[in-house]
C-alpha cells in the first residue's frame, strides 16, 4: 500500500529490507545480466505462446518462462508443443534448475514456481482449485529476485491473474508488455492488465519479439542510459524535465531523491531508445502525452492487502487495544492514510479496526481519511473493485467477510467497510494535512523523499495526531531526527507514538491552508413523484383544517416555504422586502424568527411536536407574545415531511417564566445591537443543528446499511456456496481450456500424421493387411485387395472370412502362429492367376510395445522369380561357353594382380589344379623377362580400357610358354577388374643353314 516519490506510497515489492531503493546496489548491478522474461497466460494462451515463439531468434540472449493455467491432474504437453515452435531448447522446469538465456522453461502441472538468485524454484500448491493464482506468484518473485532485468508479457486468459505481479515488476523498474484484446482469443487477463495504464507496450503475439529484442538489446547490451543520481548539481536537462512535469501537472519532483527519479526517467528512456537525457527532455517538449506517461511512471503504486501481514497483525493485536483502552463506547477513531494508491492500505486498516473491535468486544465509530496524489487511483479506492488475485494477500476468511464477488470474476468491498472510509486527492507536500487524528499511515512515503521534505512532513504529521496518536511507517522508513517528536512502539515494523512537546519547543509548521474537498453525496428524489404526493398531502391537510378550531397556522415543507395558510396570520407573518419569496423564517416579524428556525429544526429531526412559549416580537412599536407550536403532519406519507406552525396569541407572558431570559433581549441596545443578537443566535442554532441533522443522517445510513446487510445475510451465505462453485468450474474451465488447446495440437499433429500414413500406404505397391488380436480386419492398403476381395465396410469383420487368391495359403493360420511364439514369418507364395509374392507375417506392436495383432505384408516378386529364371538360363548359357572355350580365360583383380576366376583351360595351361590358379597371381606366372613389362600393360588396360600384348608364363613345370593376351577392364559391384584371354603363340623352329 504504497505510493512512489509522492505523497504515495508505491514502492516495490520488498518492504522488509532495511535499504530504500536508493541504496540497492543489487538492483542496479543487475543491468549488467540478462532480462528474464516471464509469460503469462490461461486459456487461449497455447496459441499466443506458440505464435510468440515462432517470431522469437535463437540468440536473443533473454531467458523465457512460461506460466500457465495447468490442470493439476493432466500430464501437460506445453514443453513438447512450444519446441515445436521454439528454435531455443525448451524444459519443463524441474526444481533448483538456473535460469540460462536463450532457454526456455515451463512451469510443470500441480506446482507454484518462484525463483531465487537466478534459480527457479517448485512449491506445492498450497490452496484449493480456483483459488491459485501461479503468475502473479511468479511474477512477484521475478520483481524481487531479478529487480530491472525482471520482463513480464501477459497474454490471453481469462480472469485477472498477472494483474498484480505486473505492478510489482513495474515497481522495480521493469518493462510489461501485454496482448492486445483484438488478438486474444480470452481477453479478460490482458484486458484486465491493460486498464492498470501501465503496459509499455500492447501488441499482438507475433510482434512482441521485434519490440522485446530492440529493448533488451538497448537496455542490457548497448548499455542503459545513466543520470547522475547525485545529491550536488542537478543536470540541466534534469531541470527542464522538472519544469515540464510542473507545468503539466502542477507537481513539483525537484526535492524527491534523485536517484530514484532518474531510474524512471532511463526506463522511459529504453522503451523508446533513447541514450541522451537532452534527447529525451526534448521528446517531452514535443510530447504531452510522453509527459502523462512519464508522470503516470512516477506514481507507479506497487501495493495490496496486508502488506507486511505481520505489522498488521501487530498492529492489531499490541497497538490498537492499548489505544483504544481508556476510550468510552462510540467514541470516533480518527485515522489517516497518506498516499494510499489504490485504497488497499485503507482498506486494510479498516479491516484491522473491525477485527481488534471483535476482539476487544466493544464498538467504536471509524473515520479513515485515503489520499493520495494520483486521481486515477483515488478512483480506484472509492470503486472499491480489486481483481480475483487479492486472495493471494487476503485469507478465505477475511474474503468471506468483508468482500462480496462480482459476477466478472472480482470482488468489491461491503458497504460495512466502505463506509469507514472518504477518499480525495490530496498531496502531503503541498496541501494541509487532517488533524486530531488517532492514527496516521504514512508507509513507504518517505525513502522517496529528499531529508528537506522529510524533515518538513514530519512535524506536520506530529501535529496532526492527538497526544496519544499512533503514526505507522513502512518497514524501509524512519524518522531521522526527528526522534525529540516520537518514540518507537514498535522498532520492527515502525510504529512510533507521539511525544508530548513544549510550544516553545514544537517545530515549526509550514503547509497551507486550503481545505481538501472530500467526497459528497447529494440524494436524488424523482421530482414528479414529489409533486404528486405534495398535492395529495395538501387535500388532505385542508381538510381537516377546515373541520377543526385550529389557531392561525401555515404548513410549510421541509424546506420551510410556506404551502398553505390557515386563518389570520398577518400579526405574525409578513412578505419580506425584495424578491418575493414564500419562505416562513423570511416572512417571520422580528423577534419570532431565532425560535420559530430552532423548532422547526427540531421537528425536522425528532419527528415530535415542539411548542415555544410566551415568544416576544415587535409590533406597530411594542411586543406581542405567543405560544409557537411546530408540528408533523402526515407522518406516514412517503413524501418529505410536511409541518404545521400554529401561533397562539397571548395578552402577556406568564409569571414563571419571567425569570427565565427571552430569546430577546427585553432591554434593547439599539436597533443594530438587536439585529446583530438575533443574527448571532440564528446562526448559532442554525450551526448546531446542521451538525445535529448531519450526524443523524449518518445514524440513519447507518441503520438502513445494517438492515440491508441482515436482510442480505441469508442469500449471501447462499452465493458464498454459489461463489466457491464457480470459482473451482471457472478454474476447471481455464484448466480444461489449457488441456484442450494442447489436445487438439496434438490431434492436428496426428490428423497430419494419419494423412503420411494414408499417403505412404496408397503411394506403395506392398500390400499390407493389419489384423486385431482376433485375426480381424482392422485396416488394408488398396494393393491388398488384388490379393484378397475386400471392401471399406469389412473392418472388424475376421480374416478367415474371406477366400484369397492365394494357393494353399491359409492367413488367419499364420496369424495364430505369430500371436503365439512372436517370431516373424516369411513364406514364398503364389497366386492363381500366376503371380508370386513374399509374403511376411509379423506381431503389431503399439507404441507401449504391447501385442494387439498382426501384420501381413504381400511383396509381388512375381518380375523378380521371371528376371531370377532368365538369369539362370543366361548363367547356364555364358558358363557353358567359358568352360568349353579353347582360349584360358581369366578374370584378375586390378589392383593386385590376383585372380578371381579362370577356366579349365587356364589352369590346365599353366599345369595348376583350379584350387592351386586361384591361390595366385600375375607375378607369380610371369616369367622373368616379362615381369617389368606387365604393370605397363595392366596400366594401358585400365587407361585404354582394353589391351593386346605377347608376353610370357611360366608354367608350374618352370616352362616357358609364350601366349597372347588380350584383356579389358570391367568393374563389378563397385570394384575394378581385367578379364582376359591368353592364347598360346606356337614359335617356329629355326634351323641353321648348311655352309
Known amino acids: 500500500m504504497a505510493k512512489k516519490p509522492f505523497s504515495e506510497k508505491k514502492t516495490p515489492a520488498i518492504t522488509k529490507k532495511k535499504t530504500s531503493l536508493v541504496t540497492r546496489p543489487n538492483r542496479t548491478s543487475q543491468k549488467k545480466g540478462f532480462p528474464i522474461v516471464a509469460l503469462g497466460a490461461s486459456a487461449g494462451g497455447l496459441e499466443a505462446f506458440e505464435t510468440f515463439f515462432k517470431a522469437m531468434p535463437a540468440d536473443s540472449d533473454i531467458a523465457f518462462v512460461l506460466v500457465a493455467h495447468l490442470d493439476p491432474t493432466h500430464v501437460s504437453l506445453l514443453p513438447e508443443l512450444v519446441q515445436k515452435r521454439s528454435r531455443m531448447k525448451v524444459h519443463q522446469v524441474r526444481d533448483g534448475m538456473r535460469v540460462q538465456r536463450n532457454n526456455v522453461y515451463v512451469i510443470p502441472p500441480n506446482k507454484n514456481l518462484t525463483i531465487l538468485n537466478g534459480t527457479l524454484q517448485l512449491m506445492d500448491l498450497t490452496r484449493p482449485r480456483g483459488a491459485n493464482l501461479p503468475i502473479d506468484s511468479f511474477f512477484r518473485s521475478l520483481a524481487q529476485d531479478q529487480g530491472a532485468n525482471a520482463v513480464c508479457i501477459i497474454l490471453s486468459g481469462t480472469g485477472t491473474d498477472g494483474t498484480l505481479g505486473l505492478k510489482a515488476i513495474k515497481g522495480e523498474i521493469g518493462m510489461v508488455m501485454v496482448q492486445d484484446e483484438e488478438s486474444a482469443k480470452y481477453d479478460g487477463m490482458p484486458r484486465s492488465a491493460i486498464s492498470t495504464g501501465l503496459a509499455d507496450y500492447v501488441l499482438p503475439p507475433a510482434k512482441m519479439p521485434e519490440q522485446l529484442i530492440k529493448y533488451s538489446r538497448h537496455a542490457f547490451q548497448k548499455g542503459a542510459p545513466k543520470i547522475t543520481s547525485t545529491e550536488g548539481n542537478t543536470p540541466n536537462s534534469l531541470q527542464k524535465i522538472y519544469i515540464i512535469l510542473r507545468t503539466q501537472t502542477d507537481h513539483d519532483f525537484s526535492l524527491y531523491k534523485k536517484n530514484t527519479i532518474c531510474r524512471r526517467i532511463e526506463r522511459r528512456m529504453n522503451v523508446h531508445q533513447i541514450d541522451d537525457i537532452k534527447d529525451y527532455a526534448r521528446y517531452l517538449q514535443e510530447s504531452e502525452r510522453e509527459v502523462d506517461i512519464l ?17 498488521f497483525e501487530a498492529l492489531r493485536d499490541e497497538i490498537l487495544p492499548k489505544l483504544l483502552a481508556d476510550k468510552p463506547d462510540d467514541y470516533t477513531i480518527r485515522v489517516w492514510v497518506a498516499g494510499c494508491s489504490s485504497g488497499e492500505e485503507a482498506y486494510s486498516l479498516a479491516i484491522i479496526l473491525q477485527e481488534c473491535m471483535m476482539l476487544m468486544k466493544r464498538h467504536f465509530n471509524v473515520q479513515i481519511f485515503g489520499t493520495d496524489i494520483d486521481e486515477d487511483a483515488i478512483n ?29 470474476g472480482q470482488y468489491r468491498i461491503k458497504k460495512t467497510t466502505r463506509e469507514m472510509v472518504v477518499f480525495a486527492p490530496q498531496n502531503v507536500i503541498k496541501d494541509p494535512p487532517f488533524t486530531k487524528l488517532d492514527i496516521l499511515s504514512c508507509r513507504n512515503l518517505l525513502i522517496y523523499l529528499g531529508p528537506e ?64 474537498v472530500l467526497e459528497q453525496v447529494e440524494p436524488d428524489v424523482p421530482e414528479s413523484i414529489r409533486k404528486a404526493e405534495e398535492i395529495s398531502a395538501l387535500q388532505l391537510v385542508e381538510t381537516i383544517l377546515q373541520q377543526s378550531h385550529t389557531p392561525p397556522c401555515a404548513i410549510i415543507d421541509d424546506a420551510s416555504n410556506v404551502v398553505y395558510i390557515h386563518g389570520k396570520t398577518g400579526r405574525f407573518l409578513e412578505p419580506a422586502e425584495g424578491k418575493i419569496s414564500v419562505n416562513i423564517l423570511e416572512m417571520a416579524r422580528p423577534g419570532l424568527k431565532p425560535g420559530l428556525a430552532s423548532a422547526i429544526r427540531k421537528v425536522a429531526m425528532h419527528k415530535q411536536e415542539i411548542i415555544q412559549r410566551d415568544l416576544q416580537l415587535e409590533h406597530n412599536g411594542g411586543h406581542l407574545y405567543l405560544d409557537l407550536s411546530v408540528k408533523p403532519v402526515l407522518e406516514q406519507s412517503m413524501m418529505r415531511g410536511l409541518m404545521m406552525v400554529m401561533f397562539e396569541e397571548k395578552p402577556k407572558a406568564s409569571k414563571k417564566d419571567r425569570s427565565k431570559p427571552p430569546i430577546v433581549a427585553t432591554r434593547p441596545k439599539g436597533k443594530s445591537a438587536d439585529e446583530l443578537e438575533r443574527e448571532l443566535i440564528y446562526t448559532k442554532e442554525n450551526l448546531q443543528t446542521t451538525i445535529e441533522e448531519l450526524e443523524t443522517s449518518n445514524e440513519e445510513l447507518k441503520s438502513t446499511n445494517e438492515e440491508l446487510q441482515s436482510t442480505n445475510e441469508e442469500l449471501q451465505s447462499t452465493n458464498e456456496e454459489m461463489e466457491t462453485s ?14 484442450n488447446a494442447e489436445l487438439q495440437s496434438r490431434i492436428d499433429e496426428l490428423s497430419q500424421t494419419n494423412d503420411d500414413m494414408k499417403n505412404l500406404l496408397d503411394s506403395t505397391d506392398i500390400a499390407t493387411l493389419f489384423l486385431d488380436a482376433d485375426l480381424c480386419i482392422r485396416r488394408f492398403t488398396p494393393k491388398a485387395t488384388d490379393i484378397i476381395p475386400l471392401a471399406g465396410t469389412d473392418s472388424g469383420r475376421p480374416i478367415k472370412h474371406f477366400a484369397t487368391s492365394l494357393v494353399d495359403t491359409d492367413l488367419s493360420e499364420y496369424g495364430m502362429k505369430v500371436l503365439k511364439d512372436l517370431a516373424v514369418r516369411e513364406i514364398e507364395t503364389k497366386s492363381k492367376d500366376g503371380r508370386f509374392y513374399s509374403m511376411k507375417v509379423r506381431p503389431y506392436r503399439t507404441v507401449s510395445n504391447l501385442i494387439d495383432g498382426v501384420v501381413i505384408t504381400f511383396e509381388d516378386v512375381t518380375t ?9 538360363v543366361s548363367e547356364q548359357l555364358y558358363r557353358t561357353l567359358f568352360d568349353l572355350a579353347n582360349d584360358s580365360i581369366v578374370l584378375i583383380d586390378a589392383n593386385g594382380g590376383g585372380f578371381e576366376e579362370c577356366n579349365e583351360v587356364a589352369h590346365h595351361h599353366l599345369g595348376y589344379s583350379k584350387e592351386e590358379f586361384i591361390q595366385l597371381s600375375l607375378k607369380d606366372i610371369e616369367a622373368k623377362e616379362s615381369t617389368k613389362e606387365i604393370t605397363g600393360h595392366i596400366q594401358k588396360i585400365i587407361t585404354q580400357g582394353k589391351h593386346s600384348f605377347e608376353t610370357k608364363h611360366k608354367t608350374k613345370d618352370g616352362d616357358i610358354v609364350d601366349v597372347l593376351v588380350k584383356a579389358k577392364a570391367i568393374v563389378l559391384n563397385e570394384k575394378q577388374f581385367l578379364l582376359s584371354t591368353w592364347h598360346d603363340i606356337k614359335k617356329p623352329v629355326v634351323t641353321k643353314s648348311r655352309e
Open 726 to 739: 464457480k470459482e473451482e468450474l471457472q478454474s476447471l474451465n481455464e484448466e480444461s481450456a489449457t488441456v
Open 864 to 872: 523378380r522369380k521371371e528376371d531370377e529364371v532368365t538369369l539362370g
Open 380 to 408: 480506484v479506492a472509492r470503486t472499491g473493485l480489486y481483481p480475483g488475485s487479492i486472495l493471494v494477500d487476503v485469507s478465505p476468511e477475511r474474503m468471506k467477510r468483508y468482500f462480496t464477488k462480482e459476477e466478472d
Open 295 to 311: 508522470f503516470k511512471e512516477l506514481l507507479i503504486g506497487v501495493t495490496n492487502f496486508f502488506r507486511d501481514a505481520s505489522a
Open 453 to 516: 521534505l522529510q524533515k518538513k512532513l514530519l512535524p506536520v504529521f506530529h501535529y496532526s495526531l492527538k497526544p496519544d496518536g499512533v503514526m505507522f511507517l513502512g518497514s524501509s522508513e524512519s524518522i531521522g531526527q526527528s526522534s525529540d517528536i516520537f518514540s518507537v512502539l514498535d522498532k520492527k515494523w515502525k510504529i512510533f507514538h507521539k511525544k508530548a512537546t513544549s510550544l516553545t519547543a514544537h517545530p515549526i509548521l509550514d503547509f497551507p491552508s486550503a481545505p481538501v
